[in-house]
Nanobody, 118 residues
Framework: QVQLVESGGGLVQPGGSLRLSCAAS????????MGWYRQAPGKQRELVAD???????NYADSVKGRFTISRDNAKNTVYLQLNSLKPEDTAVYYC????????????WGQGTQVTVSS
């Protein structure tokens, strides 16, 4: 069974930083795109950033210049560095990955809470 496990969320003051990690484990034969999404209370889940296996990145306009996505293919892990955090960044952050097991499928992590508040 393929699993994605996130870590690194928490409470931080405005202007602060956090680093999220998401590790994929299980019978993995390949991983294509990996990404981070977030869902704030009462809002739809939205893409924050994603990254191809080759390292091409894509960001939501609201986080450009503040967040950085990266990955370690050897560790099947994707990271999200969150800098200059704002209260509106408060949300549950979910990891997503396109993984080859028996077929190519999308998998989600359980989510990690990021709260930006003074």
């Amino acid at each position: 069974q393929v699993q994605l496990v996130e870590s690194g969320g928490g409470l931080v003051q405005p202007g602060g930083s956090l680093r999220l990690s998401c590790a994929a484990s299980g019978p993995i034969f390949g991983i294509n795109a990996m990404g981070w999404y977030r869902q704030a209370p009462g809002k739809q889940r939205e893409l924050v950033a994603d990254i191809t296996r080759g390292g091409t990145t894509n960001y939501a306009d609201s986080v450009k210049g503040r967040f950085t996505i990266s990955r370690d293919n050897a560790k099947n892990t994707v990271y999200l560095q969150l800098n200059s955090l704002k209260p509106e960044d408060t949300a549950v952050y979910y990891c997503n990955a396109e993984v080859l097991w028996t077929t190519w499928d999308g998998y989600w992590g359980q989510g990690t809470q990021v709260t930006v508040s003074s």
